[in-house]
């Protein structure tokens, strides 16, 4: 058996990121980024990989360029698509309450 969902998400990254990074954060929180599932995956990729990458300077002394890799091999596994149609779907519902 070679299933990879965990916890109710495509994967074990997917379901970690969006616990670890988008936890509370709301289609409003998205300045200005269409609800289109494509778009928001692109900014929530592009966002996660700031807050992760942020304080990494490649030309400080303790940079390990091992840990990137790792991290954006993590990264390559997050379902982005699907953080994205979770966050519509909640905001779908929100509206209607």
Same mark, same amino acid.
């Not at 966002?47 to 303790?62: D, G, M, Q, T, V």
């Given at each position: 058996? &070679?299933?990879?969902?965990? &916890?109710?998400?495509?994967? @074990? =990254?997917?379901?970690?990121? %969006?616990?670890?990074? *988008?936890?509370? +954060?709301?289609?409003?929180?998205?300045?200005?980024?269409? #609800?289109? /599932?494509?778009? #928001?995956?692109? @900014? $929530?990729?592009? @966002? !996660?990989?700031?807050?992760? *990458?942020?304080?990494? %300077? /490649?030309?400080? /002394?303790?940079?390990? %360029? $091992?840990?990137?890799?790792? =991290?954006? !091999? *993590?990264?390559?596994?997050?379902?982005? @698509?699907?953080? =994205?149609?979770? +966050? #519509?779907?909640?905001? #779908?519902?929100?509206?209607?309450?």
């Amino acid at each position: 058996m &070679n299933d990879k969902t965990y &916890n109710g998400w495509s994967n @074990y =990254a997917t379901w970690r990121v %969006n616990l670890e990074v *988008f936890d509370g +954060m709301t289609l409003e929180d998205l300045n200005n980024v269409e #609800i289109e /599932p494509y778009e #928001i995956g692109q @900014y $929530l990729k592009d @966002y !996660a990989e700031e807050c992760i *990458f942020l304080e990494h %300077n /490649p030309n400080s /002394p303790k940079y390990c %360029n $091992l840990i990137e890799d790792y =991290a954006r !091999a *993590f990264l390559s596994d997050v379902n982005w @698509y699907e953080i =994205a149609e979770h +966050m #519509i779907k909640d905001h #779908i519902e929100e509206k209607q309450e």
